[in-house]
C-alpha cells in the first residue's frame, strides 16, 4: 500500500502552527484509516503513516513536515513591500512548484496566506489541465485551510477559488453563506476557529485587586512590522505610564533575532521585551496593544480588552483604501458588527490616540465588562474546540 503523500504550504508564523496542528489530525485519521480498510492483522503504522512536505516553518518541521525551506522568513506584508521581493516570491514560487510536480503529492494544502497560496492551487490546476490526456495523470485535491478574505476585498476572486480548489474550510460563520450565494459550485466547510479549545483561558477576575496594570504591547512578528510600530507603541507605553506609575509592561516578540534587532532603540521604563510565551502572558494581561491581524482574536479567546492599530507604507495604505469594503479591520469588531476595540489605523495611529483608548480601557470597569461580555459572545459563535480535527475529516472524505 502506497502512503498517501501531503504537500502543505504556509507563509506566517499563525500558518506554521496551524498548518503543524493540522498534520497531526491528518496523521491519525490516515492511519487509522489505513488500518480498518488493511486485511493484515498487524499493520505497521510506520508503513501506513502519511508522508508530509511543503515549505512552513518550525513548528511544521517539529511537526515531521519535511521543508524545502523556511517560508515564514520570507514574510512581508502590504503591496509595495509584496514588490519590492517580487523577484525572491517568484523564485520560491517556481521552486515549490518545480517540486509538487516532482512529488505529485495526493492533496495540496494551503494554510492561510491566501495570495500566494490561491495563484499556486491555480498554477497546478492550469498543469493538470494541460497534461490530462496522459497515461495515469495527476490530479491532486486542492485545499485551502483559512479563506483568503475576498469578502473584504475584491471579492471577484471568490470565481478563481471556485475554478481551482476541491474544498475550502472556513474558520468564521458568515463565510459558508457567503461563498454559497456567488459561487455554489465550491465546497466551503465550517470547522470553527481553531483558537478555540486552543488555549486555557483565565477567569476575568484572575488578577487580584490591587495588582498592578499589566499591558502586554504587541507590535507584529515580521521585521519590518516592528520596526515600523515600535516608536508608536512605546512612546504610548511611556504616556500611559505617566498617569498610571505602577504600570507593568511586556512586549511579546516571536524570535531571539528580531528581540535582539530592536534592544538597542532602549526600553522605556517599566517595559520588558520577551520572546515566546505569548499564552501566559495573555492569560495575565489586564490590556494589549496590538497590531491588528490573527493576534486580535488571540485577544479576544482570552477576554484580553486591547487598542488595535495599524501603519504600513503609504502607496499600500491608500491602494488598500480603494479595494477594502469592510468596515473595521480586527476580527473581533467584524464578527460583533461594531467596534469592541478600538481601531487606530495609519495616520490616526497615534501615539496620543493609542495611549488614550488604553488608558479608559484600563480605568473604566463598566466599559472592561461590557468588552468582556461582547468579547464571549463572539467567541462562542465561533464553534467549539476541535476545529482542526473537523479540518482533518473534511480533508479525508476528498480521498478515494
Not at 78 to 104: D, H, M, P, T, W
Not at 304 to 330: D, E, H, N
Request: proline share 7%; charged share 20%.
Amino acid at each position: 500500500m502506497k502512503p498517501l503523500t501531503f504537500m502543505l504550504i504556509a507563509g506566517e508564523a499563525s500558518g506554521d502552527q496551524l498548518a503543524a496542528e493540522l498534520v497531526g489530525a491528518l496523521r491519525e485519521r490516515v492511519i487509522a484509516r489505513s488500518m480498518d480498510s488493511t486485511s493484515d492483522a498487524q499493520p505497521l503504522r510506520t508503513a501506513l503513516a502519511p508522508r508530509f512536505f511543503g515549505a512552513g516553518g518550525p513548528r511544521m518541521a517539529a511537526a515531521g513536515v519535511e521543508l524545502a525551506f523556511d517560508m515564514t522568513k520570507h514574510s512581508v506584508i502590504g503591496i509595495s513591500e509584496v514588490l519590492k521581493n517580487y523577484s525572491k516570491y517568484r523564485r520560491l514560487f517556481k521552486q515549490l512548484l518545480r517540486l509538487a510536480i516532482e512529488r505529485q503529492p495526493d492533496v495540496i494544502i494551503g494554510v492561510d496566506y491566501g495570495g500566494f497560496n490561491l495563484r499556486f492551487g491555480k498554477a497546478i490546476k492550469n498543469y493538470v489541465r494541460r497534461h490530462r490526456k496522459e497515461f495515469a495523470p495527476w490530479d491532486p485535491k486542492i485545499v485551502q485551510f483559512v479563506s483568503p478574505q475576498v469578502w473584504a476585498s475584491r471579492p471577484g476572486r471568490a470565481y478563481s477559488l471556485a475554478d481551482n480548489y476541491d474544498l475550502l474550510l472556513s474558520i468564521f460563520p458568515f463565510e459558508k453563506d457567503w461563498y454559497a450565494k456567488r459561487v455554489p459550485k465550491l465546497r466551503v466547510e465550517f470547522v470553527g476557529h481553531p483558537m478555540v479549545g486552543r488555549f486555557s483561558v483565565r477567569s476575568p477576575e484572575s488578577n487580584a485587586p490591587g495588582t498592578p496594570p499589566f499591558v502586554l504591547l504587541l507590535p507584529g512578528s515580521r521585521a519590518d512590522e516592528v520596526r515600523r510600530h515600535w516608536p508608536v507603541v512605546t512612546s504610548a507605553f511611556e504616556l500611559l505610564r505617566r498617569e498610571l506609575p505602577t504600570l507593568r509592561g511586556k512586549m511579546i516578540l516571536p524570535s531571539q533575532s528580531l528581540a535582539d534587532s530592536v534592544k538597542p532603540l532602549g526600553l522605556p521604563l517599566g517595559l520588558e521585551i520577551q520572546v515566546g510565551g505569548l499564552t501566559d502572558a495573555l492569560a495575565a494581561a489586564d490590556l494589549a496593544i496590538t497590531k491588528s491581524g490573527t493576534i486580535t482574536m488571540e485577544c479576544a479567546t482570552f477576554g484580553v480588552p486591547a487598542v488595535v492599530f495599524y501603519k504600513t507604507s503609504w502607496p499600500t495604505y491608500f491602494i488598500g483604501k480603494q479595494i477594502i469594503s469592510v468596515k473595521y479591520l480586527a476580527m473581533p469588531n467584524l464578527l460583533a458588527g461594531e467596534e469592541i476595540f478600538p481601531e487606530f489605523i495609519q495616520h490616526e495611529a497615534t501615539v496620543e490616540n493609542i495611549s488614550h483608548a488604553a488608558l479608559e480601557l484600563l480605568q473604566d470597569g463598566p466599559r472592561r465588562a461590557v468588552v468582556k461580555a461582547k468579547l464571549v459572545q463572539v467567541i462562542n459563535s465561533l464553534g467549539g474546540p476541535g476545529a482542526t480535527g473537523r479540518a482533518a475529516d473534511a480533508i479525508t472524505s476528498l480521498l478515494p
